[in-house]
């Protein structure tokens, strides 16, 4: 059974994947498959990596790739501080967050910061030049909180390679913000 014939029942599509039946299961209750029977393990893909998939003889597909948060707070009172954090694996970012870290709101003046990509080649030689937005990540008066998507530049990262958040515009009222970067490894 390949995965491009259950198209159309959910999961991803894109990318060839073979089936493989292990045996008759009684899922537990609340686990994803709906009924006992069946169930198949595949590999499959998104056009970013290849990830694992599971399916049942109804043709519910759930995929197995899972995503990975990384938090990296920057002080919101000053724009010459950088904080940075290591990427262990090859991955994607899939989504960015920024958060006051006070119960507080943001002012009349907005929180600006930014993420740059720094290649594990360049740790000695770049800190922090290559930002991943094109529209910076800003919180705005009465927020405290913004999501930003996927960056629109550099979603692509390699093993060893680092992001370094910063503060580039000085909000009122804010202090610390925890940038918060989700990917996925591929």
């Keep these: 059974m390949s995965f491009n014939e259950i198209a159309g029942v959910g999961g991803y599509i894109d990318a060839p994947a073979t089936f493989y039946q292990l045996g008759n299961v009684s899922p537990a ?3 994803a498959p709906a009924a006992s029977g069946r169930l198949y393990a595949g590999i499959g893909g998104d056009g970013v990596g290849q990830h694992p998939f599971w399916k049942n003889q109804f043709g519910s597909t759930w995929d197995l790739a899972h995503l990975h948060e990384m938090m990296i707070l920057v002080d ?3 724009t010459t501080q950088k904080t940075a954090v290591r990427l262990p694996q090859a991955g994607v970012i899939t989504n960015v967050t920024c958060k006051t870290n006070d119960a507080v ?3 009349a003046t907005p929180w600006v ?5 720094v290649p594990a080649a360049n740790i000695n ?3 922090g030049t290559t930002s991943i937005f ?3 990540p800003t919180i705005t008066n009465g927020n405290m909180a913004q999501n930003y998507g996927a960056p629109d530049l550099t979603p692509v990262f390699a093993a060893g390679d680092w992001l370094v958040g910063a503060t580039t515009q000085i909000g ?3 202090t610390m913000i ?3 970067v989700t990917a996925r490894y591929t």
């Excluded at 910061?113 to 990509?117: P, R």
């Design 29 to 31: 209750p609340g686990s």
């Design 76 to 78: 919101g009172t000053v």
């Design 105 to 107: 709101t943001i002012g």
């Design 113 to 117: 910061g930014d993420v740059f990509l």
């Design 125 to 127: 030689t770049d800190g």
């Design 134 to 136: 094109t529209t910076k």
């Design 172 to 174: 009122t009222s804010g």
């Design 178 to 180: 925890s940038i918060s």
